[in-house]
Antibody, heavy 116, light 108 residues
């Protein structure tokens, strides 16, 4: 059974780069029919879809974060990653990874806090 | 970017009552709409995909309907564990796969 597990930088200082990785187990990330997404949720707020990557390497980002966002995929490690640069307190959130498909599958999320 | 508007923002009901939650899209998403349930401190749980298909393990009291721009999540008879926040998400065509702002279902 496919499972996704996020791990992140935990606490990041303002202006630095936030990094979160999603490890995929129970299946191959190289399966070409899926895309792999990141979603975040600031404390007490709603869900925000951030971006996704296909196995081909094609990425799509939400416009508001496009200039600061990098999503990459490592097939050899069966994982994909998110990097968000120049962070502020507004980037504090639980970050979720997901396999996009007709039936989406999510990880449990990891909290990343931006604070000095 | 497709905007999803959920209503009401908060719904106050008692166990045993029925609940109707709405999600409206700014343009057609066909039936590419999902519903999630989220409880405090937990990740969202998929309830409904493709507008009307229940995910694995979801009780029959949950049902989804709609197509195009108007969608409904119905809970036929509320159980105590159903009080949570409900999110809709459109997955039409190409990303971004936007979410609605959520409906909080609270105990009256």
């Amino acid at each position: 059974q496919l499972q996704l597990q996020e791990s992140g930088s935990g606490l990041v200082k303002p202006s630095q780069t936030l990094s979160v990785t999603c490890a995929v187990s129970g299946g191959s990330i190289s399966s070409g029919s899926y895309s792999w997404s990141w979603i975040r949720q600031p404390p007490g707020k709603g869900l925000e879809w951030i971006g996704c990557i296909y196995y081909s390497g094609t990425t799509t980002f939400t416009p508001s974060l496009k200039s600061r966002l990098t999503i990459s995929l490592d097939g050899s490690k069966n994982q994909f990653s998110l990097k968000l640069s120049s962070v502020t307190a507004a980037d504090t959130a639980v970050y979720y990874c997901a396999r996009e498909s007709r039936i989406p599958l999510w990880g449990r999320g990891t909290l990343v806090t931006v604070s000095s | 970017e497709i905007v999803l508007t959920q209503s009401p923002a908060t719904l106050s009901l008692s166990p045993g009552e029925g609940a109707t939650l709405s999600c409206r899209a700014s343009q057609s998403v066909s039936t590419y709409l999902a519903w999630y349930q989220q409880k405090p401190g937990q990740a969202p749980r998929l309830l409904i995909y493709d507008a009307s298909n229940r995910a694995t393990g979801i009780p029959a009291r949950f049902s989804g309907s709609g197509s195009g721009t108007d969608f409904t999540l119905t809970i036929s008879s509320l159980e105590p564990e159903d009080f949570a926040v409900y999110h809709c998400q459109q997955r039409s065509d190409w990303p971004p796969y936007t979410f609605g702002q959520g409906t909080k279902l609270e105990i009256k």
